[in-house]
């Protein structure tokens, strides 16, 4: 059973305003940072907000000028890549390992031409399997426009980790703080302990 004073009555006594006379000054230093940081982070969150909603705007954005300058088109999985020799004399093996690249490839009709290309993307897709695919107005393949929960979804993130960063910056600066003001208590209290074999009636 708890006795003596409530947290919230300890808390307000280590406020940088109290008259205590235990407080000492660097404890009032550490106590008003700590209660600027509380603030500055309670600020943040609206600014964050604020944040994410400009993201989201730019994104929305971004993705209406996609859709105005691509299409959407039905694409064929290859099962091999295509036997254009243009084609294969730069792409016939993987830069990676050097050995032949015989997926990844799709063809399409792009006014009334057949036009083929590499889809990284598609390399789940079985060979002949028809997918749905985003170019350009050169006909290059392009990644799809971002949809309205995609773009709420990264606002959201890029809401948050300004505020989580923000928020961790501040409470290293005050968890250093902290370190620092117990070292000046400890320094304090030890010169206080030696000081008490001096003193008359007070043998260490």
């Known amino acids: 059973m708890e006795t003596g004073p409530s947290r919230t ?62 299409r959407q088109v039905e694409a064929v999985v290859l099962g091999t890549a295509p036997g254009d020799a243009a084609v294969r ?30 889809w990284d993307p598609a390399a789940g897709a079985r060979p002949g399997e028809t997918i ?7 006909g290059a393949p392009v990644a799809p426009p971002r949809s309205g929960a995609d773009s709420a979804a990264a606002a959201v993130v890029a809401a948050l980790t300004v505020w989580t960063v923000t928020a961790a910056a501040a409470g290293a600066g005050l968890y250093g703080l902290h370190r620092w003001a117990e070292h000046r208590r400890g320094a304090a209290w030890d010169s206080e302990w030696r000081g008490l074999g001096t003193t008359p009636g007070w043998p260490a």
């Open 9 to 70: 009555v300890r808390l307000w006594r280590r406020a940088p305003w109290s008259r205590s006379p235990l407080m000492r000054r660097y404890d009032r230093i550490e106590s008003g940072l700590a209660l600027a940081v509380v603030v500055f982070v309670l600020m943040m969150v609206p600014l964050a907000a604020a944040y994410g909603t400009i993201t989201y705007g730019g994104l929305v954005e971004r993705s209406r000028l996609d859709r105005q300058t691509s």
């Open 89 to 118: 004399q730069d792409t016939e093996t993987s830069p990676r390992t050097g050995e032949v690249d015989d997926g990844r490839w799709v063809r399409w009709m792009q006014d009334g031409q057949s036009r083929t290309a590499r």
């Open 132 to 138: 749905d695919l985003w170019v350009d107005v050169t």
